[in-house]
């Protein structure tokens, strides 16, 4: 298991693909890959849509993250 400074969601009823509009239905055969990241109070505050590069994207999304909410606090 790893361990990360923030929470990961797990959507295996695609509850959240289809909110944020990665998937039609809880049933689409393969929803999108989008990334939408969430202040404290749940707002969209930084979004990828589509992801445009699987390998370069972490990278991309963390720094995002840094610039929003400051370094990682580990």
Known sequence: EQEYPYEVWEDRERALAVHYGA???????????????????????????????????????????RALFGPDPR
């Open 23 to 65: 998937a039609d239905s809880p049933v689409a055969f393969a929803p999108s890959r989008v990334t939408v990241i969430l202040d404290a109070a749940g707002r969209a505050v930084g979004e990828y849509r589509p992801v445009s590069s699987v390998s370069n994207h972490p990278g991309e999304a963390l720094e995002d993250c």
